[in-house]
């Protein structure tokens, strides 16, 4: 199982971004998907997560502004960020939890991140 990052950039404070991670491989289901973020010198937090069920979670700095979501047929997960602010720079890691056949219990699988920089 492999999932791919992308869409992270250099935006202004106030701008939008939107980032995609697109999970491929030996994929029977994938129960959450989420995203995490982790910035210079400091620990690595969860941003938002979403359940196959489309439930969805947040930290609460990025409520109101980001909105994840999900297109099962894709087994892709978004992340629309907006209002971002400088606070909002740091490496964004998707994360899922897949389920390979019915017969395994699944694994959690990480992507590599994607840089997003918010400056003037």
């Known amino acids: 199982v492999q999932l791919q990052a992308s869409g992270g950039g250099l935006v202004q404070p106030g701008g939008s971004l939107r980032l995609s991670c697109a999970a491929s491989g030996s994929i029977f289901r994938i129960n959450d998907m989420g995203w995490y973020r982790q910035a210079p010198g400091k620990q690595r937090e969860l941003v938002a997560v979403i359940s196959s069920a489309r439930n969805t979670n947040y930290a609460d700095s990025v409520k109101g502004r980001f909105t994840i979501s999900r297109d099962n047929a894709k087994n892709t997960a978004y992340l629309q960020m907006n209002s971002l602010k400088l606070e909002d720079s740091a490496d964004y890691f998707c994360?899922?939890?897949?389920?390979?056949?019915?017969?395994?219990?699944?694994?959690?699988?990480w992507g590599q991140g994607t840089l997003v920089t918010v400056s003037s």
């Open positions: 994360n899922a939890h897949v389920i390979e056949s019915r017969w395994s219990q699944g694994a959690r699988w």
